[in-house]
């Protein structure tokens, strides 16, 4: 697609429920990555992807949190259990590579998740 | 330690005078860098980066960069503001940490220019 996709773009949810976001990236980018960011706050780093293979899961919270990434497009980032300091945007982007230098990273307009 | 700071939790700046908005960073070798704009209720965006060259950089929306390796910063500037220009600005940097490259990022910086 033209750009990082992202959905839901908003998500109420009640304590305890599980929730999927999805993410699809631009078309070609091999490289896929989740942030989390809080109310005005800074990016949290979560996930990478390369392909369908996640070389760094160091950011997941818990193992509440995990991802998957499928034919190397779309990914999934599922929350189980949901607690309510969860609420946060979660955004996703996209690059064509890791290792090809200086490659940009581009975002989608993030997923709005609020545990009630 | 690889990182990024900015500073500047907010800035300030009258309409039509030039803004700043600082970056500085540590990382090893030589490093890549990013800025990229964040206006309420959306994604970021990028602005601009650097990998090599010119130590000026020049981006979207009538911004542009300087690179200073002596100083390690990478402070992005614009000529003269607009109202419009009011956003969150982040600085990021791509670091080689235990073999993979990562893309770090500064806490943000609020612009706020004033009519």
């Known amino acids: 697609g033209a750009g990082v996709s992202q959905s839901p773009s908003n998500k109420v949810t009640e304590k305890g429920k599980d929730v999927e976001l999805r993410c699809d990236p631009i078309?070609?980018?091999?490289?896929l990555y989740w942030y989390r960011q809080s109310l005005g706050q800074g990016l949290e780093f979560l996930i990478y992807?390369?392909?369908?293979?996640?070389?760094?899961k160091s950011g997941l919270p818990s193992d509440r949190f995990s991802a998957e990434r499928t034919g190397g497009s779309v990914s999934t980032l599922t929350i189980q259990r949901t607690q309510q300091e969860d609420s946060a945007v979660y955004l996703c982007?996209?690059?064509?590579?890791?290792?090809?230098?200086?490659?940009?990273?581009?975002f989608g307009e993030g997923s709005w998740l609020t545990v009630v | 330690a690889q990182s990024v700071a900015q500073p500047e939790d907010q800035v300030n700046v009258a309409e039509g005078n030039p803004l700043t908005v600082k970056c500085t960073y540590s990382?090893?070798?030589?490093?890549?860098l990013f800025w990229y704009v964040q206006y309420p209720n959306r994604g970021l965006q990028f602005l601009l980066k650097?990998?090599?060259?010119?130590?000026l950089v020049k981006g979207s929306y009538g911004f542009e960069a300087e690179f200073n390796k002596s100083q390690t910063s990478f402070h992005l500037k614009k000529p003269s503001a607009l109202v419009s220009d009011s956003a969150l600005y982040f600085c990021?940097?791509?670091?080689?940490?235990?073999?993979?490259?990562?893309?770090?990022f500064g806490t943000g910086t609020r612009l706020k220019v004033l009519a």
């Open positions: 992807f390369q392909g369908n293979s996640a070389p760094d």
């Open positions: 982007a996209s690059s064509l590579g890791i290792g090809d230098s200086g490659n940009t990273i581009y």
């Open positions: 990021a940097v791509r670091a080689l940490i235990s073999g993979t490259y990562k893309y770090i």
């Open positions: 990382v090893s070798g030589n490093p890549y």
């Open positions: 078309s070609g980018h091999t490289a």
């Open positions: 650097y990998i090599t060259g010119d130590n």
